[in-house]
């Protein structure tokens, strides 16, 4: 069993809403990934958010492996509130996004935990973010 997996997730958009990009920076034990896409069609920067989330659970799905613990970290208060049930959505087009994420963190093996962190403390997945913007 592979011990830790921290991952750091962003999302941007210009303007709001506009193009929009997700940032991934992904830490297992030594190795670090760098994944920075484009979105498509117009989004605002909630859904760019919540689409780095679902990129990042499907990423953990797609790796097989079996880890002690997962670490997310968002600069998004609302969608780490609202994944984390202290918050309720009521907006309908994030209701969406955010039963898919619930449903993928199902699927995951291991525990995953989604924690909040101030932007300065994500800034190499806001970078990646901001590339991704097409």
Known sequence: MVNN?????????????GSGGIGIYVISNDTEEKISLPLKGTVTNNIAEYEALIFALNTIIKRK???????????SQLVCMQFNKKWKCKDKNLSVL????LKLRDEIKSKVSLAYIPREENKVADELAKDGIS
């Open 65 to 75: 492996e079996l880890y002690d613990h997962i670490d997310i970290f968002s600069d």
């Open 98 to 101: 955010l039963d898919k994420a």
């Open 5 to 17: 997996l921290k991952i750091f997730i962003d999302g941007a958009c210009q303007p709001n809403p």
